[in-house]
């Protein structure tokens, strides 16, 4: 039976040769997935979609009564 | 205030979801057919041993490799827009979503990333059984994250399993099972996955056929005909069942949309489906609202009372009905809806102030109205309806639904021709022969996108003003935020969308005219 470090090991090769090798269009999707993703959380979530309610509200208790505002209107 | 929301926002935040809903859809259900289409060709290769499917399943692997990996995490995007553009929603759902999307997330992370690595990297490395285990893991695992999303969107459509929190202004689930079991859920994830299926039965068959007008990859080709034409055909037939049994689900949980669809405004018994019409202005109205009549149509007898009824007899309710009521039919007018609504308000609103007046006397009294039943289901069912001014204003865009609806069903019948035929000239041994039939495959692939994206548009049009059906309009949904940057970020999104989108289309262009390995 394989001792966990070499499981670990085998699951490092087995990714690590995978990314090696990889073809044309293998490196060409890695690429736009990096791309893609580092535009979306740390361009766009970072500065121009943060979250309404925890950025203006420092607690559960100030949401709640904040969205109970909203909703009750001017009644 | 709500009161004092610019429409311009609402409108400006519903088209950047539109436009982010739809970027997203476009990878999707490629992915969720494509998976299952890689399986089957799979399994024929470890059962037979036969090297050539080993290579048809790795040229259609490495596309869907292109597809999922474009297309994985845009629909974090919508998340962002959840927290961002409508907080008022997202605070009200609760733990509704969070549920669902919390599964999803572990089971696509589990499933999905560890197994594709396997397929991609696995050929040669593992066994063969393991890595046909592998592809069918993938595909299961990205059909059941497509569940929990398709759990959390129905239950906006007919919200059950759980109750009001007043106190937190928040929806707390009381029954797991419930939301799971929502009968809108189990129809929406059966059509949906269907739907994805034929969509990429009409790739396989409509690049195979490009290979077969250039002479070129032939068996392939071939091959991939037989399996995905089968795979459609049977899917196809899928689409129109679940499409029935969804009907009935719509026609007693959102009878307005239903009625939008078949553009209805007189309740009748006998009622036939239209199959084609056209819609012109009546001159009449409801309220601002336009009332159409259905012009050039040709229809089916009978068939719409059947479908929602069960019996040709049955009463089918028009949007007259829904909207002024008609009491023999036992429907509630929607100025009844509005009173019965703001009492629910109100009591949320008596709530409000007793805690803000620290009287903890009345805040318990009002707290246990949103747990009485009698409450629930004669007030606070109707609690969205406090936030319209008019009965009209219940009526979504009757065009948009009418034709959406009707270019979607009309697609999916050609579909199902199209798979019988193609399939017909596979066993006849004339694919190449009908060049025609060919060039039909190849033009089909942009039709199954549009009534895939159609579908969408029936179900989220159809549903408006809700975002939450009979708790929250839409307008009552929205961050009170700038419009302009929401329009900044439509504009982010319309560019990040369309070069992700020009990215995929050319990097599967070029492996598809390198074709397979030899």
């Known amino acids: 039976m394989s001792s966990p470090g070499n499981v670990l090991n085998r699951i490092f090769r087995f990714y690590y040769?995978?990314?090696?090798?990889?073809?044309?269009?293998?490196?060409?999707?890695?690429i736009i997935i990096l791309v893609k993703l580092f535009i979306m959380f740390l361009i766009l979530k970072l500065?121009?979609?943060?979250?309404?309610?925890?950025?203006?509200?420092?607690?559960?208790?100030?949401?709640?009564?904040?969205?109970?505002?909203?909703l009750t209107g001017n009644n | 205030m709500i009161e004092n929301f610019d429409l311009s926002l609402v409108d400006w935040s519903r088209a950047q979801f539109a436009l982010t809903a739809m970027?997203?859809?476009?990878?999707?259900?490629?992915?969720?057919?494509?998976?299952?289409?890689?399986?089957?060709?799979?399994?024929?290769?470890?059962?037979?041993?036969?090297?050539?499917?080993?290579?048809i399943t790795k040229f259609w692997m490495t596309l869907f490799g292109i597809n999922f990996a474009i297309g994985v995490a845009t629909g974090i995007i919508l998340e962002f827009e959840f927290g961002t553009n409508w907080s008022n929603y997202s605070w009200f759902v609760g733990d509704i979503f969070g549920a669902p999307l919390a599964v999803e997330g572990i089971m696509?992370?589990?499933?999905?990333?560890?197994?594709?690595?396997?397929?991609?990297?696995?050929?040669?490395?593992?066994?063969?059984?393991?890595?046909l285990a592998s592809t069918w893991l993938v595909a299961i695992g990205a059909n059941l994250s497509a569940l929990w999303i398709l759990v959390a969107n129905a239950w906006m459509e007919n919200p059950v399993g759980m109750v009001f929190n007043p106190d937190t202004a928040r929806n707390e689930m009381n029954s797991f099972a419930e939301v799971v079991l929502n009968p809108v859920a189990v129809d929406k994830f059966l059509h949906t996955v269907t739907s994805g299926f034929v969509l990429a039965s009409v790739f396989v068959v409509g690049i195979s056929a490009w290979f077969l007008i250039r002479k070129r990859e032939e068996e392939l080709a071939r091959k991939s005909i037989l399996?995905?034409?089968?795979f459609g055909l049977v899917s196809s037939l899928a689409v129109a069942l679940t499409g029935d049994t969804s009907a009935r689900t719509l026609a007693q949980v959102q009878p307005v949309k239903f009625a939008a669809m078949e553009a209805l405004y007189e309740g009748k018994t006998d009622a036939g489906l239209t199959v084609i019409g056209a819609l012109a202005d009546s001159g009449d109205r409801i309220g601002e609202k336009k009332v159409h009549d259905v012009k050039l149509k040709i229809e089916i007898p009978k068939l719409l009372s059947i479908m929602t009824t069960g019996?040709?007899?049955?009463?089918?309710?028009?949007?007259?009905?829904?909207v002024n009521g008609n009491p023999e039919r036992g429907i509630l007018s929607v100025s009844e809806m509005m009173e019965r609504g703001t009492y629910a308000r109100q009591v949320l609103t008596d709530y409000k102030m007793a805690k803000e007046l620290g009287d903890k006397e009345s805040m318990a009294e009002l707290a246990a109205k949103f747990e009485d039943k009698d409450f629930i289901d004669n007030y606070f069912k109707y609690f969205g309806y406090s936030y319209f001014e008019h009965p009209w204003q219940v009526i979504p865009s009757v065009p948009v639904t009418f034709y959406a609806f009707r270019v979607m069903v009309g697609l999916g019948f050609f579909f199902i021709l199209l798979f019988a035929l193609a399939?017909?000239?596979?066993?006849?041994?004339?694919?190449?022969?009908?060049?025609?039939?060919l060039w039909l495959a190849l033009i089909s692939i942009p039709l199954a996108y549009l009534a895939s994206e159609l579908g969408w548009i029936v179900t989220e049009m159809g549903r408006q003003p809700w975002i939450i059906q009979n708790l929250m309009p839409v307008h009552v949904a929205v961050s009170n935020i700038s419009a302009g940057a929401v329009q900044t970020t439509f504009w982010l999104f319309a560019v990040l969308f369309t070069a992700l989108l020009i990215a995929e289309i050319s990097i599967m262009v070029r492996q598809i005219k390198t074709g397979p390995k030899h």
Do not use: C
């Open chain 1, 17 to 30: 040769d995978g990314f090696r090798t990889m073809s044309w269009w293998g490196k060409r999707v890695w």
């Open chain 1, 47 to 70: 500065f121009f979609f943060p979250d309404f309610l925890k950025v203006n509200f420092n607690s559960d208790r100030e949401r709640g009564d904040y969205v109970l505002e909203q």
């Open chain 2, 23 to 55: 970027y997203h859809w476009l990878f999707v259900p490629l992915t969720l057919g494509l998976s299952f289409i890689l399986a089957f060709m799979e399994t024929i290769y470890v059962r037979t041993g036969d090297e050539k499917w080993k290579r």
């Open chain 2, 108 to 131: 696509a992370f589990f499933l999905e990333s560890t197994f594709v690595a396997v397929m991609f990297f696995g050929w040669n490395k593992v066994s063969k059984k393991f890595h």
């Open chain 2, 227 to 230: 399996i995905a034409g089968i």
């Open chain 2, 311 to 322: 019996k040709g007899s049955g009463y089918v309710p028009g949007l007259k009905d829904l």
């Open chain 2, 423 to 437: 399939l017909w000239f596979h066993k006849r041994k004339t694919l190449e022969k009908n060049q025609w039939f």
